[in-house]
């Protein structure tokens, strides 16, 4: 079993930014893929961007040239730098790593508030 938090969620004005974090029990960000998925209010929860081991990124069209996902170089931690934040940004972050067909791991999320 392993156990994703993420961090770094807040209230920011438009145009700020903030980076967020999630820190996995053990290092499981080394292979594969994982991402960061976001659920605004009243919405399905989306694919915001993704990022595998070789480095390869892939992003939602809508945060393109705003957001950076990343990851260290232990495999314990996944970051998701937001520049230029929108109100259309606000909601819910959850990391998200699958590790095998049909099992994947969720953290609680963190949540971001962009105010106009």
């Known amino acids: 079993q392993v156990q994703l938090v993420e961090s770094g969620g807040g209230l920011v004005q438009a145009g700020g930014s903030l980076k967020l974090s999630c820190a996995a029990s053990?290092?499981?960000?080394?292979?594969?893929?994982m991402g960061w998925y976001r659920q605004a209010p009243g919405k399905q929860r989306e694919l915001v961007a993704r990022i595998t081991s070789g480095g390869t990124t892939n992003y939602a069209d809508s945060v393109k040239g705003r957001f950076t996902i990343s990851t260290d170089n232990f495999g314990n931690t996944m970051y998701l730098r937001m520049n230029s934040l929108k109100p259309e940004d606000t909601g819910v972050y959850y990391c998200n790593k699958p590790v095998a067909y049909g099992l994947e791991y969720w953290g609680k999320g963190t949540l971001v508030t962009v105010s106009s």
């Open positions: 053990r290092s499981i960000f080394s292979i594969g893929a």
